[in-house]
C-alpha cells in the first residue's frame, strides 16, 4: 500500500505546471482571435456595420469603437503575458512578494490604471454623446419618420413644418448635406438605427426624439428597428438611399406629385378594385383611396422593396404579399385580399404604374 501511493503521488500532475500551459493556450488563442479578425469580410454592401461609415456622425462613432477595442486588446494582451510570465517564471524558481510590494501593485494595476483607462473611455463616451446631440444646422433637411408595427412612415417637410411627401420604408437623402429626423411612434416603442450613418434613437408614443447626420458618400444604407416591438420586429427594416443632390431634388419633385393617371382598361380595371379592396387602409394621392392605417402607396413602383424590406419589390413577391400578407409576415395588420387570377392581375398592372 505505501509504495502504490508513493507512485501516485510521485506520478501525480504538477499544477503548476498544468497551469502555465493553460496561460500557454489562452495567450494562443487570443493570437488566433486577432488573425481571425483580420480576414473578416470587407463587403460593405448594405451592411449593417457601424465599422463601415458612411456619414460624419458614424465616423466618430467608429473612431470611438476602435479605440475601446484596441484598449481592450492592450490591457487583456498586458494580463495574458504577465499570467504566462507569471506561471513561467513560478515554475523555475517560486518566490513570493513581500506586502509592501503587493499592495503596490494592486493599487496600481487595479485601481490606479483601469481608474484612468475608465475615466478616459468615459470622458470619449460623453463627448461623443454630446456631439451627436447637437442641433443640427439651419438648412438641414426636414424629415419626419413614425414608426409603426411594423413599417415606416417617412414624411419630408418643408420650413414651415407641411408635408411635402410621403413614402414609406425608403428613406432618401442628398450627399453632403445635413438630414434632421423626427422621430415619433404611432402604437409601441420602436428605435430608430441605420448604422452606417447614426447610432440609435428611441421612438417613444406620445414623445417626439431628434436625430441627424451628414452622408458623406452615396449608395443604399439598410436601418432596423432596434428595440423589440412585437412578433414582426426581425422584419422591421428600411432603406436609406444617399445619392446627389440633383437626384435626390428631381426624386422629391415625383414623391410629391399624384399617381399616375391609368392608361390602359386593365389599369383603369385595377385602380377600381384597389378603391374597392384597399383604400379603406391605403392612400394613393390623386384617387378615392384615402386610407391611413397602412403605407402611403401613391408612388409604390419606385420603391426598392416591399413590407419593411421584407420582400424586394418584384411583380411576383407583390402578387404573393396582396394573396397572403400573413404567410409572409405573421401578425401584420394586412389581412388576405380575396381575388380572381384576372382581378389580380389588372391590380398588378395598376401598381406597377405607380412609379
Known sequence: ????????????????????????????????????LAQLPTDTSMSQSALHPAS?????????????????????TAVMALLAWGLLSGRRRPSVLSTTASMRFVLVA???????VLSALVGGSL?????????????????????????????????????????ANEMHVPVDRPVAV???????????????????????????????FTATETGEFRGQCAEFCGLQHALMAFVVVAQPEAE??????????????????????????FEQNCGQCHRIRGTNAIGSLGPDLTHLASRNTLAAATLPN?????????????????????????????????LLIFLDSLD
Open 1 to 36: 500500500m505505501n509504495q502504490f501511493i508513493g507512485r501516485m503521488l510521485t506520478n501525480r500532475i504538477n499544477p503548476v505546471h498544468q497551469t502555465s500551459h493553460a496561460g500557454l493556450w489562452l495567450v494562443l488563442l487570443c493570437a488566433l482571435s486577432s488573425g481571425a
Open 56 to 76: 460624419s456622425q458614424a465616423q466618430d462613432i467608429e473612431l470611438l469603437w476602435w479605440i475601446m477595442f484596441w484598449a481592450s486588446v492592450i490591457i487583456f
Open 110 to 116: 487595479g485601481v490606479a490604471i483601469p481608474a484612468l
Open 127 to 167: 463627448m461623443l454623446g454630446r456631439s451627436i446631440a447637437s442641433t443640427p444646422p439651419p438648412d438641414a433637411l426636414q424629415v419626419r419618420v413614425t414608426g409603426w408595427m411594423w413599417w415606416w412612415e417617412i414624411e419630408y417637410l418643408d420650413d414651415n413644418g407641411e408635408v411635402v411627401a410621403t413614402t
Open 182 to 212: 423626427e422621430l415619433a411612434s404611432g402604437d409601441v416603442i420602436h428605435s430608430f438605427w441605420v448604422p452606417r450613418l447614426q447610432g440609435k434613437t428611441d421612438m417613444v408614443p406620445g414623445k417626439t426624439n431628434n436625430s441627424w
Open 248 to 273: 435626390f431634388a428631381n426624386w422629391l419633385q415625383r414623391q410629391a406629385s399624384p399617381a399616375n393617371t391609368p392608361t390602359t382598361e386593365a389599369a383603369q380595371h385595377g385602380l377600381e378594385i
Open 314 to 346: 418584384k411583380r411576383g413577391h407583390l402578387a404573393g404579399w396582396i394573396s397572403d400578407p400573413q404567410r409572409i409576415k405573421p401578425g401584420n395588420n394586412m389581412p388576405r385580399t380575396l381575388l380572381s387570377p384576372q382581378e389580380l392581375n389588372h
